[in-house]
């Protein structure tokens, strides 16, 4: 049986901290699928398609330090449903700081309790990037400011086409 695990998020971009925590969970795993949650309700930056084709071409660029299996899906509903579905024995969650805690630990304990079998494994990020959230990093570019080394190039080039088209 291979090992898998889910690593979830909105990832609206990815950054440099999502990407530490795919390598630093690859030795632990034979796969990591990496799940994009498709959320209408949400406005986002990039569309599914978009994040999902950044992620794809940026887990292709890293391929050197990243030892495991990478597949990049999107998911609705409950993630526990779909760990379930992909027979994961994991999920991933990156904390970058203690204030992340308190919510992950939430969702961790749901999760068990709708699916007892898939347990919830806790990376800690490089401490350079334990302040570092998609959010933010949107909100600093779209202001003009330097966002260099905490969203891989790719993603810089991607967010400079969307401010061209008015969006942020
Ligand atoms: O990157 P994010 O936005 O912090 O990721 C949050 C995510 C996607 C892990 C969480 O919102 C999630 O799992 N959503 C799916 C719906 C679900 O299962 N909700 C109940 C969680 S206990």
Redo the contacts with the bound molecule.
Sequence with gaps: MIRRAIY????DPLTCGHLDIIARACPMFDEVVVAV?V?PNKVAMFSIEERVAIIRDVVAASAAKLTARIVVDT?G?????YAQQQQAQAVI?GIRAISDYDYEQ??AL??RR?APKVETVFLLSAQEYSYLS?RLVKEVFTYGGNIDGLVPALVIEKMKEKIQQGVS
């Design positions: 979830p998020g909105s990832f949650l959320n998911f509903g409950l993630l526990a449903d969650r939430q969702l749901m999760n709708l998609s």
